[in-house]
T-cell receptor, first 116, second 110 residues
Framework: NAGVMQNPRHLVRRRGQEARLRCSPMKGHSHVYWYRQLPEEGLKFMVYLQKENIIDESGMPKERFSAEFPKEGPSILRIQQVVRGDSAAYFC??????????????FGEGSWLTVV | EDKVVQSPLSLVVHEGDTVTLNCSYEVTNFRSLLWYKQEKKAPTFLFMLTSSGIEKKSGRLSSILDKKELFSILNITATQTGDSAIYLCAVETSGSRLTFGEGTQLTVNP
């Protein structure tokens, strides 16, 4: 039973380029989350998605960042016109069917973005 | 704003020692508290706690939640060098959003 799969694991982009990070949730999981970990900081929530729906994007920067989780295929976190401050580890997580009494959320190994 | 505070921020012990890591929180719409272990890669799930006073145990690790005093502890007995990692506490609130603490960096020396 594969875990949360992210790719690429490491990505180097020049300032102004686009970065696309992909995430396949664990089998049977329909909820996907993206978190960002800046150097020397804790994990911060970015966005929560279900298939074809963005449920909560309150943690996403207002510009240049977007996320999707299409009916078929992985979830994508897209960062346009990257800047040095976007350099971070981006973690995807998934959980099975939502319950209001607590959800076990599993993390992928992260995608490390370096902007040069 | 939801807040999760972990202490200590770092801890150095010798193999065989017992450690207690602390996590306190102030959040609205609490759902659960989760502990993760992070070793330079994916945070690995350890425990999810939803009810006060019920200890969760896995091998040498155990954890308990106090919803009245708004804190949780993670205990590790008979520590080993392989326990060296960052231990993250996170609180799930409505919308399945996790708020993380800054983590406790544990170093276990042989």
């Amino acid at each position: 039973n594969a875990g949360v799969m992210q790719n690429p694991r490491h990505l180097v982009r020049r300032r102004g380029q686009e970065a696309r990070l992909r995430c396949s949730p664990m089998k049977g999981h329909s909820h996907v989350y993206w978190y960002r970990q800046l150097p020397e900081e804790g994990l911060k929530f970015m966005v929560y998605l279900q298939k074809e729906n963005i449920i909560d994007e309150s943690g996403m920067p207002k510009e240049r960042f977007s996320a999707e989780f299409p009916k078929e295929g992985p979830s994508i976190l897209r960062i346009q016109q990257v800047v040095r401050g976007d350099s971070a580890a981006y973690f995807c997580a998934s959980s099975p069917t939502f319950t209001s009494s607590g959800n076990t959320i599993y993390f992928g190994e992260g995608s490390w973005l370096t902007v040069v | 704003e939801d807040k999760v505070v972990q202490s200590p921020l770092s801890l150095v012990v010798h193999e065989g020692d017992t450690v207690t890591l602390n996590c306190s929180y102030e959040v609205t719409n609490f759902r659960s508290l989760l502990w993760y272990k992070q070793e330079k890669k994916a945070p690995t799930f350890l425990f999810m706690l939803t009810s006060s006073g019920i200890e969760k145990k896995s091998g040498r690790l155990s954890s308990i939640l106090d919803k009245k005093e708004l804190f949780s502890i993670l205990n590790i007995t008979a520590t080993q060098t392989g326990d060296s990692a960052i231990y993250l506490c996170a609180v799930e609130t409505s919308g399945s959003r996790l708020t993380f603490g800054e983590g406790t960096q544990l170093t276990v020396n042989p």
